[in-house]
C-alpha cells in the first residue's frame, strides 16, 4: 500500500486568526508540507491542478520538479493533470522532463477538473469533456511509446514525424492514473488501457465509490488486463487529528484512530487496493498546523494502515506500479518477445 498525501493549493483565509496567506507564502509552504511528507516516511506526494483563483497549482510540474531538488525518495505526482484542456504533446514533454530530474520518481493522475470557465480559457468546449479526454490520452500514449509519431485527430493540429524530446526516462512513460469523482467513461477509459483508477473518496457516499470502483474491476478484466482484483486501485480522504478525540472533534474532525479505523473501512467496499492519499492542507490550516497533522500521519496512523492492510492480502494482487517495477516488467517483456522469436526461428 502506497499512503501520501495530496494538496489543491488553495490560499484560504485561517478560521482561527483571519489571516490569509499570500500566494508566494502559500507555494513556499507547498515545498515545506512536500519535504516533510517524505520526512515521516509517506510515499508520494500529489498536487492538482488550477488555473483560477484561490488556488496556485497552475504549474504542477514546475512545483514538482522544485520539489524533486529537495526530496530523494517520495514519489512526485500530481492529483490531477488537466488531460482536457493540456496539449498531450507538452503534457508528454513535462512529466518526462520530471521523470529525469526525479531519477523516475513520478506519475501522473489525469482528470477533467471541475472548474467549468477553464475550457474556453484553453481554447476547448465543456460539452466535449469525454471527446477531448479520449482523444488527447490516446495520443499521449503514442508520443510516451513511439519513436515518431503521425496523428490526425479532432482537437488539435495534426502531427507529422513527430518525436518526443526528451524520450521517457529508461524507455519507459510515468505510470498513469485516471482520476474521476463522477464520470464512468473515465473508469472505462483506464480499464481498456489497463491503467490505474483513482476514486477521490471525499465528496459522495461509499456506495457511489463502491459502484465506480467495481466498474473499473469488471471492465479492467473484460479487457484481459487480469483478474478483477488485480486491477490498480487508489482511494483520496481527508483527515484533521489530534492525538485524543474530543480535542479533534471539537477543533475540526477526528483522532489518530478514527482515521484508521474508517480508511481500513474503505476495503470493505473497495477491495485490496494500492494507493491512499489523504487531503491535509486546506481550508486555511496554518503551515505549523499542517506539520504536527503530517507526524500524527507519519507516528501513528501510516505504520498501522500498512500492517492492517497486508493483513489477508492475497498473494497475486499487485502493488502500485513504480518507475523500477516497471522498467522490470518492460525488459521481462523484451525478454519473452525475443525468447518467442528464437523459439520461431527456423
Known amino acids: 500500500m ?8 488553495d490560499v484560504t483565509e485561517d478560521p482561527m486568526t483571519g489571516r490569509t496567506p499570500t500566494e508566494a507564502e502559500r507555494i513556499r509552504d507547498t515545498v515545506s508540507i512536500a519535504r516533510k511528507a517524505e520526512e515521516v516516511g509517506l510515499d508520494v506526494f500529489a498536487t492538482g491542478e488550477h488555473h483560477n483563483p484561490p488556488f496556485t497549482p497552475s504549474s504542477p510540474t514546475t512545483l514538482l520538479g522544485y520539489i524533486a531538488a529537495q526530496t530523494e525518495r517520495i514519489i512526485l505526482s500530481t492529483s490531477t493533470t488537466l488531460i482536457t484542456t493540456n496539449d ?3 503534457i508528454a514533454e513535462d512529466f518526462s522532463v520530471l521523470q529525469h530530474l526525479s531519477g523516475g520518481r513520478v506519475d501522473v493522475m489525469l482528470g477533467r477538473g471541475n472548474t467549468g470557465p477553464v475550457y474556453p480559457w484553453f481554447g476547448q468546449d465543456i460539452r466535449a469533456a469525454i471527446p477531448l479526454t479520449v482523444e488527447h490520452y490516446g ?7 513511439e519513436e515518431v509519431v503521425d496523428w490526425n485527430g479532432k482537437f488539435r493540429t495534426p502531427l507529422q514525424g513527430f518525436t518526443l524530446a526528451p524520450r521517457p526516462l529508461d524507455g519507459v512513460p510515468p505510470f498513469v492514473w485516471h482520476g474521476s469523482i463522477r464520470t464512468p467513461e473515465v473508469a472505462e477509459l483506464a480499464a481498456y488501457y489497463g491503467d490505474g483508477f483513482f476514486a477521490n ?12 470502483v467495481q466498474l473499473y474491476r469488471q471492465r479492467f478484466e473484460h479487457y484481459g488486463h487480469g483478474s478483477a482484483d488485480e486491477a490498480i486501485v487508489g482511494l483520496g480522504g481527508q483527515v484533521f487529528m489530534r492525538p485524543n478525540s474530543q480535542d479533534a472533534v471539537e477543533e475540526f474532525r477526528g483522532s489518530p484512530q478514527q482515521v484508521i479505523d474508517r480508511t481500513l ?4 467496499y473497495a477491495g485490496d487496493y494500492q494507493r ?4 491535509i492542507d486546506h481550508a486555511g490550516l496554518p503551515l505549523k498546523t499542517v506539520l504536527e497533522q503530517l507526524d500524527l500521519l507519519g507516528e501513528e496512523v501510516i505504520p498501522v494502515l500498512r500492517k492492517e492492510f497486508a493483513v489477508g492480502r492475497p498473494e497475486h494482487v499487485p502493488d502500485a506500479p513504480t518507475h523500477e517495477t516497471l522498467v522490470q516488467a518492460a525488459a521481462g517483456s523484451d525478454t519473452d518477445l525475443s525468447s518467442s522469436t528464437e523459439d520461431q526461428t527456423p
Open 201 to 212: 473518496h471525499i465528496f459522495w457516499p461509499p456506495s457511489h465509490t463502491k459502484r465506480m
Open 88 to 90: 498531450p504533446v507538452k
Open 276 to 279: 491512499q492519499l489523504f487531503l
Open 139 to 145: 495520443l499521449l500514449r503514442r508520443l510516451w511509446r
Open 265 to 268: 473501512g474503505f476495503r470493505e
Open 2 to 9: 502506497q499512503c501520501g498525501i495530496f494538496t489543491v493549493g
